[in-house]
């Protein structure tokens, strides 16, 4: 399609014309949603594609074998992989849906060789040599809604985010290797022309001072004509750990004078599709992952009509600054404008950063090669070796 610039040059070589230079294309290109699909199977398998092991075909380092759906899924290594003398290890099986405490029993019954386990399991095994932390990728932040009188004062959420202890949150309450945020594009994600983290170039833009939230949130009252500010705080309790998340926060805001907070619980779907989606909602608990290896898959959350800004958040300078990236071809302007663009929305308290996701998970001592990636596809284990 000549329109789109996409062509095939033969049969195993896609050619794809851009309008402006790219620095993350070939990230993108590695997101599953762009992985090749081999049309004539898929148009063979109709609506049972992807649904049964004979009804799924990969190209990667393992293939499908069995499938208990909600139980467990077998891999065998996949001998036509273009690197297959790579791949070490013959089989992998992985039990689905399995909650952190009986994937811990199953670990200490020798049944797997590497579990995932959540914060309240830490203290358990944190002190033994299978006990290991890494990045997730994912930011957990609050989400605004601007349509609301009470949070379109600029006061009342420069209180909120400074009332959050987030090193104390995530040093002694979650405890599963995740961050403290100080800022909306978290570390780790990508780095400049010059090799620096995006973090170390845009700096700490968020930070906790009660003294200061208190102040902010006094001068909120003065605006509103109130003694008290009343705030909803929606969250997902099947989002582990949003509910944690969230009890912090509420602990954090009514600590200020003058501060009430309603706890409004629900699910993950109603969360997003109903109640944000509908602009239904005050201050949401919610998180992002990125999608490829730069600022953009962060910043973009920024623009005007984004589909998940559901704050319906808006400013012309971050919109016109957005627009400079994209048409930028000098790497180091490029990333000037990415750092303008940040400082800019959290100057104005777009959303609330609060950290940064890290996980806890247990490793058999002869496992070696478990690689963890905080963009796009999260385990590879290709490099997997059992001694």
Known sequence: MNTL??????????????????????????????????????EKCGKNYGTKPEYTLSNGAYKMTKWIKGNKATFTKNDKYYDAKAVKTKNLEMFLVQDPKTAAQNFDNGKV?????????????????????????????????????????????KA??????????????????????????????SKSPAGKDFRDTAGDIVGYDVKKAQEYLDAAKKELGTDTITVDLLYGTDESPMDTMAEYLQGSFTKLKGLKVNMVATVKKDRIYNRQANGNYQIACTRWGPDYADPTTYLNLFLTGNQNNYGKYSNAKVDSLMKQVQAESD???????????????????????????????LKAKNVKGVVHSPVGVPYTFKYVTIK
Request: aromatic share 14%.
């Open 5 to 42: 610039g996409v062509k095939a040059a033969d049969d195993k070589t896609l050619v794809v014309e851009l309008n402006n230079k790219v620095p993350y294309f070939t990230d993108l290109m590695a997101f599953p949603c762009y992985f090749p699909q081999n049309e004539k199977f898929v």
């Open 113 to 157: 060789d590497y579990a995932t386990i959540n914060s309240t399991l830490v203290d358990k095994y944190k002190d033994k040599d299978t006990f290991t932390t890494f990045n997730e990728g994912f930011l957990f932040y609050l989400s605004l809604n601007f349509n609301n009188k009470t949070i379109a004062d600029k006061n009342v959420r």
């Open 160 to 189: 909120l985010s400074y009332a959050i202890n987030r090193k104390d949150l995530c040093e002694n309450v979650l405890k599963d290797g995740s961050r403290a945020a100080t800022g909306f594009v978290p570390s780790q994600l």
């Open 331 to 361: 790497l180091n302007k490029r990333w000037d404008l990415m750092t303008q663009v940040e400082k800019t929305a959290l100057d104005d308290l777009a959303y609330i950063p609060v950290f940064e996701k890290g996980a806890a998970a």
